[in-house]
């Protein structure tokens, strides 16, 4: 059976400020789908989803400074993307 580096999960340092500012406003912030996976493998992760029980008018008031899309996936839950603008 193979071991996971679980010490060396490195969660990158924006996705961790995401979730720290969901934190101090009350919301909760996973990292989920592919980039726990790629995580737990030990290979690098190229793109980070995260889960919170904010709701998307809850989420512009936190980062105003960003775009968001919403789309609904697989399980016909509101899902939203949220990006940096530049």
Not at 21 to 26: A, V
Request: aromatic letters at 8%; hydrophobic letters at 40%; charged letters at 25%.
């Amino acid at each position: 059976m193979r071991e996971y580096p679980y010490k060396a999960l490195s969660v990158a340092s924006d996705v961790r400020e995401i979730i720290n500012t969901l934190k101090k406003n009350g919301f909760l912030g996973y990292v989920v789908g592919g980039a726990v996976r790629d995580l737990l493998l030990g290979i690098p992760v190229s793109d980070w989803d995260l889960a919170t029980d904010a709701t998307p008018g809850q989420l512009i008031k936190i980062f105003p400074k960003v775009t968001m899309r919403a789309s609904v996936d697989w399980s016909d839950r509101a899902s939203h993307e949220i990006s940096r603008r530049i």
